[in-house]
């Protein structure tokens, strides 16, 4: 198989007609040599940057993620299989039959700009809180299993407090919103129509400052979603009331030091 080599320029073609060929490609192959094996792998991670960094160029830029995600994972698949990195799933877990599954975890720098969180079936305002994490089957249709399997997930960023959502300040320079404790969502990536965030057949389990586990009957492409808090600055009210009762405060305060010296 022809294996794009690490001097073919990313910046000359686009990366998802690129990564829709080569999909096509190595799907036709019967099994994949350890030297492509090898390439695709040096290959797929500047690819996947360089489509980041052009995602903002497509008029439809979620729609483009899709596809770009759906080819990618079939191309992780075909090389896994290959290098024989399939694992096995114990019978007694799916009714009637024997399957095995492999698992690929994503490592991307900005995943809401390529899968917003925002984009879900559960109307809330979420952002991903952690790596995207892809399971496959080895069989052409929709399996529920009977036990469902747990997923631990290690958090992006810590949540912190306050647990309610407004505060009343602004973000410094450089500081991203944090996360709200126990506002974790378990979701995966629905393929149908446009694309988005969907929680059927998934369960929150637990969720602390590190880790949040969650439980699957299905499999496909998982990631935890958290609410972030919002930063609406300081308010003329809140402005016009500190300058009001400050001068107040201070005023009550030397009044009872007064008093209390007075009554020994």
């Known amino acids: 198989m022809a294996t794009p080599d690490q001097s073919f320029n990313l910046g000359t073609v686009d990366p998802l007609e690129l990564l829709d060929n080569l999909t096509d490609t190595i799907e036709d192959q019967d099994e994949l040599t350890g030297s492509d094996i090898g390439d695709l792998v040096d290959f797929l991670d500047p690819l996947f940057d360089n489509f980041l960094d052009k995602l903002g160029n497509y008029p439809d830029p979620l729609n483009k993620s899709q596809d770009f995600l759906t080819n990618f994972t079939r191309t992780m698949d075909e090389v896994l299989i290959s290098f024989k990195g399939w694992l096995e799933i114990t019978p007694d877990n799916i009714d009637d039959d024997y399957y095995s599954y492999v698992g690929v975890v994503y490592h991307v720098q900005d995943l809401n700009e390529l899968l917003p969180g925002h984009e879900n079936s559960f109307g809330?305002?979420?952002?991903?809180?952690?790596?995207?994490?892809?399971?496959?089957?080895?069989?052409?249709?929709?399996?529920?299993?009977?036990?469902?399997?747990?997923?631990?997930?290690?958090?992006?960023?810590?949540?912190?407090?306050?647990?309610?959502?407004?505060?009343?300040?602004?973000?410094?320079e450089g500081e991203k919103p944090s996360f709200i404790r126990q506002t974790h969502k378990c979701a995966f990536w629905n393929f149908n129509e446009t694309g988005y965030w969907d929680d059927e057949g998934l369960q929150e389990v637990s969720s602390d400052d590190d880790d949040t586990i969650c439980r699957t009957k299905h499999f496909t492409n998982f990631v935890v979603l958290m609410s972030v808090h919002g930063y609406v600055g300081r308010g003329w009210i809140l402005e016009l009331l500190t300058m009001t009762l400050l001068p107040s405060s201070i005023i009550c305060l030397a009044v009872a030091i007064f008093i209390f010296q007075k009554s020994k």
């Open 124 to 172: 809330e305002h979420k952002v991903a809180n952690s790596k995207l994490l892809s399971f496959s089957l080895r069989i052409n249709e929709t399996v529920y299993l009977t036990d469902p399997a747990t997923l631990t997930f290690r958090n992006a960023r810590s949540p912190q407090s306050p647990w309610y959502k407004d505060i009343w300040r602004n973000l410094h």
